[in-house]
């Protein structure tokens, strides 16, 4: 069975500081898919990332980096230089074998103060 | 990426009663995908719905519940039946993105927030 875990119900930055968002995953295959979106108040799912499970390279895009490494069965997401406009619930989520099921972590919640 | 629309946007119904949710993407897809997110929880995947079969349902619900049709590519409803306050929820459709590419990736619409009073 596969299973996605976010510790982190709930995390308060103040804005421009950094902040790094933990998932940690399960599954026995050996080819599956981790995603992150992003669920601002509006409701709305926002796709921010995939990673396949044969690319380890940690990825950059603006403000947004992501941590990903088998070993640990770990794909963290970094916001650098946080925003009040990066408030929002953080969902990791995993598929396995390129098949139909999405399996999403519980969501973090992250708040931005000014 | 797919453009998805849902209707309603949001409802307030009664106990007892049914409301039917429609799904418009703007191009032809394959698969359909209805999840729930109950209030500060995670997305649950209802059911898958493809067109010209019926909807496969995943363990917990059931199609007297949760009635999904799925008459053509673009376009599915979810219908919450004999509703309860415990189906208080948003309500959200996906699309399967991949085209041909990498599977499993999905494309959410914007929800549809029902209060159950």
């Known amino acids: 069975a596969q299973k996605v875990t976010q510790a982190q119900t709930e995390i308060s930055v103040v804005e421009k500081e950094d902040v790094t968002l933990d998932c940690v995953y399960e599954?026995?295959?050996?080819?599956?898919?981790l995603f992150w979106y992003k669920q601002p108040p509006s409701g709305e799912l926002v796709f921010l990332i995939r990673r396949n499970s044969f690319d380890e390279q940690n990825e950059i895009s603006g403000r947004y980096s992501w941590n990903f490494q088998k070993s640990t069965s770990s794909f963290n997401f970094t916001i650098t230089a946080s925003q009040v406009v990066d408030s929002a619930v953080y969902f990791c989520a995993l598929n396995v074998g390129g098949g139909n099921k999405l399996t999403f972590g519980t969501g973090t919640q992250l708040k931005v103060e000014l | 990426s797919a453009v998805i629309s849902q209707k309603p946007s949001r409802d307030i119904c009664q106990r007892g009663t049914s409301l039917t949710i429609q799904c418009q993407v703007d191009s032809q897809v394959t698969m359909m995908f209805w999840y729930r997110q109950q209030p500060g929880q995670s997305l649950t995947l209802i059911a898958t719905a493809n067109q010209g079969s019926e909807a496969t349902y995943e363990s917990g619900f059931v199609i007297d519940k949760f009635p999904i049709s799925r008459p053509n590519l673009t376009f599915s409803t979810l219908t919450v039946s004999n509703m309860s306050p415990e189906d208080s929820s948003i309500y959200l459709c996906?699309?399967?993105?991949?085209?041909?590419?990498?599977?499993?990736?999905?494309?959410f619409g914007p929800g549809t927030r029902l209060t159950v009073l």
């Open positions: 996906s699309v399967d993105a991949s085209g041909g590419g990498p599977r499993g990736e999905q494309f």
């Open positions: 599954t026995r295959d050996t080819t599956y898919y």
